[in-house]
Each structure stands twice: as structure tokens, then as C-alpha cells.
């Protein structure tokens, strides 16, 4: 512990016990005090910066009370990493990793002083890595003539049906020039309006969301620009700094991005092929009283699981047991292949309005559309919508219209099922070949039944950066895992995520083909230190 | 102090003394503890409550801490509102109307414990008016056929180009479609993109702000849905619970909404004709340190007012000395009736990236398009695009295209010219008007440089609410004022906004004539109690 790093201000708003408090967490949070690290005793505060026995105490307990220190009397202080429910035991591979992600590397001065409420977003973890593989890519002697990017989660461009989204967009401007109809008359409904957006674009979506169970109507919708703003006005309505919430591990980068900006302590749930385990999340709700689950039940990510049908009733009945609200992040429910149909949505199982579902529709038309809908009743509704009024008024009206006009028509439905078929094709031709060049190296991957991409695992010893440097070098970008685990102290260090769904299958067998080669090479070279390698053998 | 409504839980994470104060800190702010209430004696918890003395003693320091509370020892803890600068004295005037903004009574059961995060919204409470407004003047005997709003703010629907929009809309979507450009060719551009949005629409932008004095290119401008996001993303990088920020008073609603769900606290600062005081904000900075200055210098919100040109970079300079951001809100620089040419933008004046310039095009275009844009520089603009990508990821792609192709054209140029002149009439008629009117009444009102609106101040005596009610029953829906104040207990309760623009002169001429009426009415109901009103005979 470096105490030139403390700065307390006497004359400052905030007690000095809690501004001691607030420096040492930061500490914590940036990895400068680790995990487990004894606190200096409460007389060396003394000594070093004059800070009396009753204030450091003060701050030691507020430290215990939020969870990021434990301590006995005698005994000393110890620091504990927040995130981590002490029933999971940490483990100490990424805390170098953790720290930085709690807090990149920032320029100082004056203005800087300024900037201090955001924290580095996960997703230029995710850059970073994008980085890492072009510049290893283009230096690499060997590297084949194309780079085949498995890192992006997007959707396939050559998909988007743009000649049918022009004409959309003319008649959007024309249905907002001529209709005259219960909104107030021509150009009344431009003016500032309610903040739940277009209600013919609600009055279709709230129709098109019956297919997936969802009995609601327009006034239960909720128009946003993506379901990003979705998970934001969530957040902010339900979560704040030390509020207990539950989510997937590994899940969404984004939703864990907007959930860390709120300060929320996870509560990580592990998954199988099933889905979330009921039991883990009811010792969890049990001991932690979380406010909230956020989950992808279906072709979820970065996995591609799909909780099961029997699970899901059970789901909601806990959380009415428990009191927490669940957030069902809805993005890929179309594009599903794990049976011919698939489960019924958890909203389609509320009773009493604690399902939050969110619908996207970048995967279904584009990702720059920012489109998308947050479905809820009751009290939990009313201050989603207070919310989207008070921090962005609502929808582009004529945006809404030409999502109505493009998607409100026999052919969206062809197109979508069409597209379902063609990644379920890309998924099936990957995982083939997966099978093929990745037999034999220990590998093991999600079985994705949904969604555009599956998470692989490294066989132990076998380090996911390594063998993103390593593909790079052979013209694949692949995606390091850990930036999708909750708690990042927990994360496996051997998980990669690999997306398929804008890829051909001839370039998906070749990007098999350089996975396998990367693989192997990074075996090789662990060979005489890799006794797991050795077994495999 | 009714110690039934406190609930203490040992087991819960956050220390009791904590709890305690959270309790106290929500009382006040609802207003069930008032300014200058003593506390109850410390002794007294330990009999009610069986909170130990150690508990509550630092229950009362937290509250001192944070400003809610001043005490000495010996002499007992006495409540004070927070969000009022010692040096400007609150008025006891408007104290239940402040506890009322702070939180309105919200449903209580399991659900509702689950949603503690956002405050009541202040437009709630102008909902709340015209609702009231509606009520009177429909239940009104004597009532005229037709009601008019004077409450809006809105620009004027009839001058929406929206044979114009469509075209665009319709060159926008081809755009798309046939676009194969810089940013990776056709579809490439529709995936995940950068936070900024699309680039074309920022070269644009950069070169039209360029009539404002302002030089920046592309890469200086990141598209916004709205300047109320804009506000959103500036609040949440730069404000946090208890900072100074400096603000005109009164000031425009959805500004003060968004800082307040922040938890800042306001240093307000009144305008006179000539907008801001350079000598008043220079004292608040020297004793606060605040973090940020908002404000509209031209066409202010809601008065109309525009800070003179000479007072501009001083302001600047100021804020450099004192190391705080100004954010100058330009929502209305064209439609600007002061003189031949607008002031300057403070932006123009910025050498070292302090000044934020939000640009909105709600009344150009019209307001429920949703687009705006954020122009800064620096350390200060890269956060703002973090917390765009991290919450928002970016604006539209098709509606940011649809802007261009119609703003980018010289139709825009000269429709926005003609709104121009139009407003510009519509102030003069309804300014002499108000002069045949309200002559000898008493009343005062900001002389409207820009915008649609202006600020009417009633003679001492005559409350804002009452004439509310007065006009409405003669058909015409104004706002009370105090909404736009900043520092509630501070809000005079004699002052009322009245828009224009979205009203033709006839329409006004009538307004006025009616507003006339109203004030009379309530002068001759209080005659007996009005000196004011006598001496003004």
C-alpha cells in the first residue's frame, strides 16, 4: 500500500472516513491493493498521513460493510474483490485482467479531474483484442492472404434486405405526411409525444410478439433505439452501487458493461447445457436478496444455449418467490435451432408483471437501424417509460414508421425464416468441421442452438490469449472469453468465442482448418510443460 | 419527526448509521423534515428506536457532511435543504412545492421496493398543469369555445417541411442501398459502427455550425438522439451526487431533470437583460469549485433572453481559471430577433476543449425526429463517446442519412429563415399585445430575443398558480414558472411562461386579451389584501 497515493481533503464535503473509504476501494477496484492483501493497521494511517485511529476505523468499517474488506478485531483488515459472492471461490488467474477492466489507464489534469463517472468500457477490451489480431496478422511471414474475423457477433450483411428498406422509408415519410389520424391530425403527431413512440409501430410489434407467447398490447410497449437503450433504462430504474444482481456466466459484454456502470455487485450463475441451474439461483436469492436477473434465455450469449422449456415456469415462480424482477434480453429468438420450435418466452409465463423483456432488431435488419422495445406492465412499465422521458423523449417517429413499413409485411417473415435457415446452415457446416480439425487436441465447445456464435474451451494449460496471437498470426481473429464472465476473478482463461454468423461455410472451414493449425502449434510448444497435452495423447 | 416511518435492518450490507442517514436524507428531501426543523436530540433514538448514541451521531455527521443538516454541539442538528448555496437565503415561499417535486408519492409493495432509483421527473409536474388547465377550463360556465396553449414550447407544426422529408427519406434509403464508400462498402456500413454515426451526416453538421463561429470537423461531432441525450451522456460523465454545477435561474426543464437524477447540487446564478453575471459566477466558483456550467446564452430557456456578446469570453476565461466545463445548449441560435447577427457562440471562444456545444434540431426539423449532435474536442469529448457507445452505441444510420438529405440542401436554409421571420412576428404581435393588455396591471415580462418563449412576472402578490387557474377558466393554458427554477425554494411564485411560436398572431391577440382578463380578475379579488395592486392605481 502506497499512502503517497491518498489524497484527503479536510475541507472537502465528504468525511474523511469515507473519503479514505472511497481511495481505498478504488484501490481495490484497480487491482493496486489484490485480493486477500492485508490493510495497513489503523495506527500507520496515523503515522503516515496524520489520519486518526476513529477515522481510519470508520473507513475500514464502511470497507467491511460494502464488502470489499473482512476483518477481526486483532487480527487485521483484509482486502476482498467486491464482486465475488464468498461462495465462490476466486480464483487468482485474471486479477491482473480484473483490475484492467475496473479502470484503464486515464490522462491526468485539470480537465481530466473533471471526467471521473465513467469507467472503461468492456468493449475496449474487446477493440483491444480486435487490434492485437490485425497487427499480429499483418506482421506474421506466413499469414495467408485473407484475415477470416470470427471476433464480431454481427449479423450477415449480405442479408439485409435494403431495396425492400428503401421503399420502406418512402412510405414511411409518406404515412407521416398524409395520416391524419387519432394522434391530433397532420404534423400534431411530430411535435413532442409520448414517451412510448409510434403507436401503430407499437400496435404491429405488440401482434408480432404473440409468436413467441407474449400476450401484451400497444400500451404494454415500449419503443427504444436498440435494446442496449433497453438495458440502460433498466439499469438505471432498478440497479444502483452495491445492489446484488444475478446474470449468466459467461453473458452479454454490453449488459455487463451498463450493469458495472451502476455500481451492481453480480451474482455469477454458471450454466449448462439446460440453461441456468434453479437451485444456484435460488441459494443465491436466498442468501443475497438480489433485485434483478438478467439472462438471454434463448440462443444465448456467447454461447448459444437455450435455457430448457421445464425450466423456465420454474424461473419465473422463484422470482416472485424471491422478489426479483427478471430482464429477458429476447435478441435471437428467430434465428434458433435447436428444434423445430422454440420455448416459450419467460414472459410468456408472467403473472404479475416482473418480466422485463427486451426485443432487438439489429439482428433482423441491421445493427445501425437502433430499434427495439422493452415489453412490460404495471409499475415496473411506468418507470421504464418515466425514465425514456426524462433521459431521451422517445423514438425518431420516422424511424419507428419505416420499422413498421419494412417489417409490418408478409416478405419480413420470408426473409427472417430465410436467413434462419442460413445460419443454421453456417452453424451445422462450422461445427462439422470443427469436429474435423479440432479432433484429438482436448477442445470443447458449446453446442450453439441459437444465435451466431459458440464458446470454445481450451484444453487446461492452454491460455486463450495465446491462442488468439497464435490464429492471428494464421489469418483468424477469434475473441478471448473472459470479457464475457461477470466476475472477472472468476473467468476461465481458456474460453474463446468464436462467431459464425457472418461468415460463408467455405470460409468457416477454412477458419477451422487455421484454428486447428493454431491449436496444435500452441500444444507443441507447451509439450514439455503440458501434462494435460501429454494425457490427451 | 415521526420515527415509525425509519426502518433499521442489522443484516443489511450498509451500516446502520448509513441506513439512518439515507432515512433522514429522503425525509428532507420529501419534505417531511423542513428547512430549519431540529433533529430529534440524539439521546432520543436510543429510547424510539434502540439506535445507540455512537449510530446516531454519525447518522447527524453524514448529514452535515452532505449538507443536509447544521448543528454545534450542545445546541441540537437542524434540517437544511440541500440543493441551496448558503449565500443565496431560501425563501420559505415554495418549500411544500419543492418536497413535492423531490418525490412524488409513489405505490408501495414488493414491485415498488424495486424501483427506488429514479426521482420523480419535474415534467411530471408540467403534465400536471396542463392537465389542471384542461379540467378548469372544460368544467368553466363561461368558458370560450376554443382553449389556447400557450404552454407548449413546441415550434409550429404547420411549418414542417414535410413534402421535403419525404424526398428525403427516399434519398436516404437509396443512399444506402447504393453506397459503397469509405466505411467498407455496400452493408459493411449498416453492421456495429463507430459511436459518432455516420459520417457523412458529421461532415455536414461540421460545415453548417461553421456559421456560429464554430471550427471543428467531423471528427468533433458525435450524433446524438436529441440534445436531451446529449445532456444525458454530459451529466452522467461529468456529474455526481453532490457536485456543483452552475445554472442559469430559471432554466430549461429537461436540463434541470437530468442533472437532478444525478444528484447534483445547483449553484443558480439570475439573469439579468444582458443574460449571466460574470461577477456573480465568479464568486460561486471561487467558493464551490464547481464542475460545470450550463446554460442556453442565446434565446435562453424559458426567458428568451441572450447573453450580451462581450460577456461571452469572459465567461470562457472564466471557466478556464476555475477549471469547469461550460456546456452551451444552442437549440435555438436561428431563430434569434435581438439584432441582425447572433452573438458568437461561447464555443467560438474555446481554445483548450472546455466548452461543450449541444446542437438540437427539434424545432428546425421537427421534435419527434430525435436527432442532435454533441461538438467538443480532447479528453473531455473522447468520454462523451464512450458513454455513447457504452449506453447508446450510436444514432440511426437511416435517420441520421434522412437529416442530411434534407438539412444538407439550400431549401433547408431558407425554410429555417422563414420560420425565422415567422416567430419573429409572432413575438412582436403578442409583445404588443401584452402591452395594450396588461398595461397599468402591474405586470413585467422578459423581452423574448429568441425562441418561443417568454417569462411573465406578476405584480408581488398575484401567485402564478392562481392565475393558472384564472386564465384556463377563460380559455387559455399558461405554466407556472417555478418549474424552471433550479433552487425551488428560491423559485419566485409570481412568474409564468408563455410560448408563441406554435400560436398564429390572431390566436395570440386573443390570448392575450384573455391573460388580461385573468390578472384583472384576481387583482379585484384581492384588492382588499393588496397593497401592491393599490399602489400601482
Not at 489503523?42 to 475500514?60: C, E
Not at 464468498?86 to 488467474?93: D, K, S, V, Y
Not at 417517429?397 to 409490418?408: C, E, I, N, S
Not at 453456417?426 to 441459437?450: K, N, P, Q, Y
Request: glycine residues 8%; proline residues 7%; neutral net charge.
Amino acid at each position: 500500500m502506497d499512502f503517497a497515493t491518498i489524497r484527503l481533503e479536510k475541507a472537502a464535503r465528504q468525511p474523511l472516513y469515507r473519503q479514505l473509504a472511497e481511495q481505498l476501494k478504488t484501490a481495490i477496484r484497480r487491482g493496486e491493493l489484490r485480493q486477500g492483501e492485508k490493510l495497513p493497521p489503523i495506527r500507520a494511517w496515523k503515522d503516515a498521513l496524520g489520519v486518526s485511529p476513529v477515522t481510519a476505523t470508520q473507513a475500514y468499517e464502511v470497507l467491511g460493510a460494502e464488502g470489499f474488506a473482512t476483518g477481526q478485531v486483532g487480527r487485521g483488515t483484509y482486502v476482498q474483490l467486491p464482486t465475488v459472492p464468498p461462495e465462490i471461490a476466486p480464483t487468482e488467474m485474471l486479477r491482473d485482467q480484473a483490475a484492467a477492466y475496473a479502470t484503464a489507464p486515464r490522462s491526468s489534469g485539470p480537465l481530466s479531474d473533471l471526467t471521473t463517472y465513467l469507467k472503461a468500457p468492456r468493449s475496449n477490451q474487446m477493440q483491444r483484442f480486435l487490434q492485437i489480431a490485425l497487427a499480429r496478422y499483418q506482421s506474421a511471414p506466413a499469414a495467408p492472404a485473407d484475415l477470416i474475423v470470427m471476433s464480431s457477433g454481427s449479423p450477415a450483411p449480405e442479408l439485409f434486405a435494403l431495396k425492400r428498406w428503401r421503399a420502406a422509408m418512402l412510405k414511411a415519410g409518406e404515412s407521416i405526411e398524409w395520416d391524419s389520424s387519432e394522434d391530433g391530425g397532420l404534423n400534431r403527431q411530430l411535435q413532442y409525444g409520448p414517451a412510448l413512440g409510434d403507436s401503430a409501430t407499437r400496435e404491429w410489434l405488440a401482434d408480432y410478439l404473440t409468436r413467441f407467447g407474449i400476450r401484451c398490447d400497444r400500451d404494454d410497449v415500449l419503443l427504444t433505439s436498440g435494446s442496449q437503450q433497453g438495458l440502460d433504462l433498466v439499469a438505471r430504474v432498478f440497479c444502483g452501487p452495491g445492489d446484488a444482481v444475478l446474470v449468466e456466466s459467461p453473458s452479454y459484454v454490453s449488459a455487463l458493461e451498463i450493469f458495472e456502470q451502476r455500481g451492481v455487485n453480480w451474482l455469477p450463475v454458471a450454466l449448462d447445457a439446460g440453461g441456468l441451474s434453479i437451485e444456484a439461483i435460488e441459494r443465491l436469492a436466498e442468501r443475497y436478496h438480489p433485485r434483478l436477473l438478467y439472462l438471454v434465455p434463448t440462443a444465448q450469449s456467447p454461447t448459444g444455449l437455450t435455457m430448457a422449456a421445464e425450466r423456465r415456469p420454474r424461473l419465473v415462480e422463484l422470482a416472485r418467490r424471491y422478489n426479483f424482477v427478471i430482464v429477458e434480453d429476447d435478441t435471437c429468438n428467430e434465428f434458433y435451432y435447436g428444434g423445430p420450435s422454440t420455448p416459450a418466452t419467460l414472459k410468456s409465463y408472467d403473472t404479475d408483471g416482473r418480466v422485463i423483456y427486451l426485443k432487438s432488431f439489429s439482428k433482423l435488419i441491421f445493427p445501425m437501424l437502433r430499434f427495439g422495445a422493452i415489453v412490460a406492465q404495471g409499475l415496473l412499465f411506468e418507470r421504464l417509460v418515466e425514465a425514456k422521458a426524462t433521459f431521451d423523449r422517445s423514438i425518431s417517429l420516422p424511424l419507428a414508421r419505416a420499422v413498421l413499413k419494412f417489417a409490418g409485411q408478409p416478405a419480413f417473415e420470408r426473409e427472417v425464416q430465410q436467413a434462419g435457415l442460413i445460419y443454421r446452415q453456417r452453424r451445422d457446416v462450422f461445427s462439422e468441421s470443427l469436429e474435423r480439425e479440432l479432433g484429438g487436441t482436448g477442445c470443447t465447445w458449446s453446442r450453439a442452438e441459437g444465435g451466431f456464435s459458440l464458446l470454445l474451451s481450451l484444453p487446461r494449460g492452454l491460455r486463450a490469449e495465446e491462442l488468439h496471437v497464435e490464429a492471428a498470426e494464421r489469418g483468424l481473429a477469434v475473441l478471448p472469453g473472459p470479457v464475457f464472465y461477470p466476475s472477472l476473478p472468476d473467468a476461465p482463461e481458456n474460453t474463446v468465442r468464436l462467431s459464425f454468423g457472418d461468415n460463408s461455410p467455405e470460409r468457416l472451414t477454412e477458419a477451422a482448418r487455421r484454428l486447428g493449425l493454431a491449436v496444435r502449434a500452441l500444444q507443441s510448444r507447451r509439450l514439455p510443460t503440458s501434462p494435460g497435452f501429454l494425457a490427451a495423447v
